[in-house]
């Protein structure tokens, strides 16, 4: 598998081969993507569900995903997508979910441990009365750790997003192993940050509307479930713009003395 060095303006495109392939077939995508909405809410009514949900999103990553190739093969965006990741190179999906999920809790473990105390003390503040002089002296007082323990979460799953951004299709659709599709993965962001970039950059304003639309209602991710029908099909127009299969070469048979015949 060899990873291609694209232009910084591909991050742009990405966006655009979304938006065409989500205008191929729009209520389908909105089904899909509103079924899992659906099922993910009815999910973490049971315990652990948020664990059971970090498992299985490499899963539905590469069902939705799959559809996107039916779309661009001309086939026609069927219900039974969201099943295909349970259906092909299953039990490596779930890897890398499990990957995923440990490195979510080593996330939450570092910003606990650098600002643990300063968001204990600013939940306090606030239970006590948010309007105080108390309260805001401790949240004045907080907020260079709480900025520091944020910085650290960061720097810790930037390299897992990266990792695990194009994983679920390496071993979906091209059969890697789950170790070499982070590596993988995580190169290609590498290689590739000026066009990733720019691809979030232009997701941020939607996101950002989206999710203030979200807290309104309730509901904090609601902003990328808005989005995710833009968003998965463009993930796929990025991953196909920036994995090339490496062609086998067919070698001459050789003859019992080691010459070609």
Same mark, same amino acid.
């Given at each position: ?59 539905? =990553? +590469?069902? %939705? ?5 039916? *779309?661009?093969?001309?086939? $026609? &965006?069927?219900?039974?997508?969201? /099943? ?102 995580? =190169? +290609?962001? %590498? ?5 990733? *970039?720019?691809?979030?950059? $232009? &997701?941020?304003?939607?996101?950002? /509307? ?52």
């Amino acid at each position: 598998m060899n990873i291609r060095i694209v232009d910084a303006r591909c991050g742009w495109r990405w966006i655009v081969a979304g938006i065409q392939m989500f205008r191929r077939a729009p209520a389908q995508w909105l089904l899909l993507i509103g079924t899992l909405f659906v099922a993910s809410r009815l999910l973490f009514l049971l315990p652990l569900a948020p664990l059971l949900a970090v498992l299985v999103a490499p899963h539905f =990553l +590469a069902g %939705l995903a799959h559809g996107a190739q039916a *779309l661009e093969q001309n086939k $026609a &965006l069927r219900s039974g997508y969201l /099943v295909s990741g349970f259906l092909r190179n299953a039990a490596p999906l779930l890897t890398i979910g499990g990957i995923s999920l440990i490195g979510q809790v080593l996330t939450l473990m570092v910003i606990l441990s650098v600002g643990g105390d300063a968001f204990n003390e600013v939940a306090k503040g606030i239970a006590d009365g948010a309007g105080k002089p108390e309260t805001i002296s401790a949240l004045q007082n907080a907020a260079p750790r709480m900025t520091l323990a944020v910085l650290a979460g960061f720097a810790v799953s930037l390299p897992l997003m990266m990792a695990t951004w194009y994983a679920p299709l390496l071993v979906f659709f091209d059969g890697i192993k789950p170790s070499a599709a982070l590596y993988l993965s995580l =190169l +290609a962001c %590498l290689r590739n940050m000026r066009a990733l *970039l720019i691809y979030g950059v $232009a &997701l941020m304003i939607p996101l950002f /509307v989206f999710t203030r639309i979200g807290l309104v209602l309730g509901q904090v991710d609601l902003g990328l479930w808005l989005l995710a029908p833009l968003i998965v099909p463009s993930i796929y127009a990025s991953y196909r713009d920036l994995f090339v299969p490496t062609p086998v070469i067919d070698e001459p048979p050789q003859n019992p003395q080691g010459g070609a015949d």
